[in-house]
């Protein structure tokens, strides 16, 4: 059950804009940093690092896209169709 809870915040996370969120990284830094014992202050730490997550997310994904095209221009790699993403394309038949 924490999984699929888990899994729906990431697929919450994933549909936000990194330029957006990335505005917002200053403040939860600085509120971070101005310790309370209040739930405030924990959801301003769980507030920056979901941001600092997707902006690392982003760059693994840049980088390793880059290398893999690197790795095609050089004849290391053939170009393969990219994995669907999500659920499948299912598609029912009725008999």
């Known amino acids: 059950m924490i999984e699929k809870v888990l ?7 994933l549909a936000l804009d990194e330029a957006s969120l990335s505005t917002l990284r200053a403040k939860y830094h600085t509120r971070l940093q ?3 014992a209040t739930k405030d202050w924990e ?7 979901i941001i ?3 902006i690392t997310k982003n ?3 840049n980088d390793n896209i880059k290398r893999l ?3 095609r221009k050089r004849g290391n790699l053939k170009k393969t169709p990219s ?3 999500g659920k499948p394309h299912l ?5």
Do not use: C, G, W
């Not at 899994?7 to 996370?13: F, G, P």
């Not at 959801?43 to 690092?49: E, L």
């Not at 598609?91 to 008999?95: A, H, M, R, S």
């Open 34 to 36: 101005h310790f309370d």
């Open 91 to 95: 598609t029912l038949i009725k008999k």
């Open 7 to 13: 899994e729906k915040i990431a697929d919450q996370v």
């Open 43 to 49: 959801r301003a730490v769980i507030i920056y690092f």
């Open 83 to 85: 994995p669907r993403v």
């Open 69 to 71: 095209e690197e790795q």
């Open 59 to 61: 760059n693994m994904f």
């Open 52 to 54: 600092n997550s997707v």
